[in-house]
């Protein structure tokens, strides 16, 4: 089962979101827990700032909203896969200290409520643990930090460690400027029974926000099972098949873009960004939304399909609508004209043929 928390920073327009909806297939994530989406809508949104929002797989997981505020949620998800179900809090920290305090402390009331149940915290905590959780800027042990701890300690909590990238988030600045701090992450309660869970972490590159987003798989602590590689054998007797393969697969144009895309947002993390990074940025979002577009555009067309509102995607469905289609125009038996049913392939070929040419012959067309 995996979980993915990201800060978004908006998802208005279509672009953004097309982008937002491809990282999250190639994921093949369960359960999303976005913040600040920015979506200006009374019930998600305040103002032009916050914003929470849970997105989840219906054919993999059961959602159940427990309570919500403006800066956190909390559902209970049953997986449908595997004998797993938790608490899961879906957390966006407001900048205001005082805020922080009362934000601790709405929480620490609502893992009381599920105890002893498991209780998965995560999100945008606005908050670092340590001074080694920031580069750059005053680096000072703060009230906030301690308030963090504090929270952290007293509700019996453990950060799930990410592997990847040291910080989450960046100003995007250049030189001496730049700033960039661990804020996003994975909290699981202690005093649950652990033992036949695996959880691990990661933070991963997805182009579209100044927040990297933070993966989180749980699994059954035994030997995965891999799954099976189908490939024609007669492909391999043809000695350039292995470079055509590895060549195809770079020359994709959305896998090409997507890591210039994550070449450039990693350079941004570690360096800042510059004007020359702001402008190729901004090209490469350009093309590659032009490309999902197409990718939309194209399934819409296959599928035959007319209720997909401008801006969605779901080609799952797209390619499943065209099998459906394909498999209907197949003739699988055919009534002939002494009264007896034929499966035979070949033998409903030549009828279909006989007809249509004594039709056209009838007609004068042949």
């Known amino acids: 089962m995996k979980f993915l928390t990201w800060n978004v920073k908006g998802c208005n327009a279509p672009d953004k979101r097309r982008l937002i909806k491809r990282g999250f297939d190639q994921a093949k994530l369960e ?23 849970i997105l989840w797989n219906p054919l993999a997981v059961q959602v159940d909203v427990v309570s919500s505020s403006k800066h956190w949620q909390v559902v209970k998800v049953i997986s449908k896969t595997m004998n797993f179900s938790c608490f899961l ?15 601790w402390e709405d929480i620490s009331k609502r893992l009381e409520e599920v105890r002893p149940s498991l209780a998965i915290v995560a999100g945008d905590f606005n908050a670092t643990l340590s ?10 042990l703060s009230r906030s930090q301690l308030n963090f701890q504090s929270f952290v300690n007293g509700n019996a909590l453990f950060e799930v460690a990410a592997k990847g990238r040291n910080y989450t988030w960046t100003n995007g600045c250049r030189g001496f400027s ?47 099972i891999r799954c099976p590689f189908k490939v024609e054998k007669m492909w391999i007797r043809e000695l350039s098949f292995k470079e055509r393969v590895v060549g195809w697969w770079k020359e994709a144009p959305a896998r090409r873009l997507e890591e210039d895309l994550g070449a450039l947002n990693a350079k941004v993390m570690a360096e800042g960004m510059d004007e020359v990074d702001f402008l190729t940025e901004k090209y490469l979002l350009s093309k590659y939304g032009e490309f999902l ?48 049913i ?3 392939p070949g033998r409903i070929g030549k009828e279909v043929v006989d007809f249509f040419e004594n039709l056209w012959r009838r007609s004068g067309i042949a």
């Open 31 to 53: 359960v999303i827990c976005i913040q600040e989406t920015k979506l200006g809508r009374e019930a998600v949104a305040y103002g032009v700032l916050g914003g929470l929002g």
């Open 89 to 103: 809090f879906n957390v966006y920290g407001p900048t205001l200290a005082v805020d922080k305090c009362r934000l």
């Open 131 to 140: 001074s080694s959780e920031k580069r750059g800027g005053v680096r000072r």
């Open 178 to 224: 730049n700033i960039a701090e661990k804020l996003d992450r994975f909290f699981l309660a202690r005093d649950w029974n652990l033992a036949p869970l695996v959880f691990e972490a990661e933070v991963l590159v997805i182009s579209g926000s100044d927040h990297f987003s933070v993966s989180l798989v749980v699994q059954k602590d035994e030997v995965p």
């Open 293 to 340: 577009q197409r990718e939309e555009i194209y399934w819409k067309q296959k599928s035959r399909e007319n209720w997909l509102k401008a801006g969605d995607r779901n080609t799952k469905f797209f390619h499943s609508s065209m099998k459906a289609r394909r498999s209907l125009n197949i003739i699988l038996s055919l009534w002939l004209a002494d009264g007896t």
């Open 342 to 344: 034929t499966e035979d």
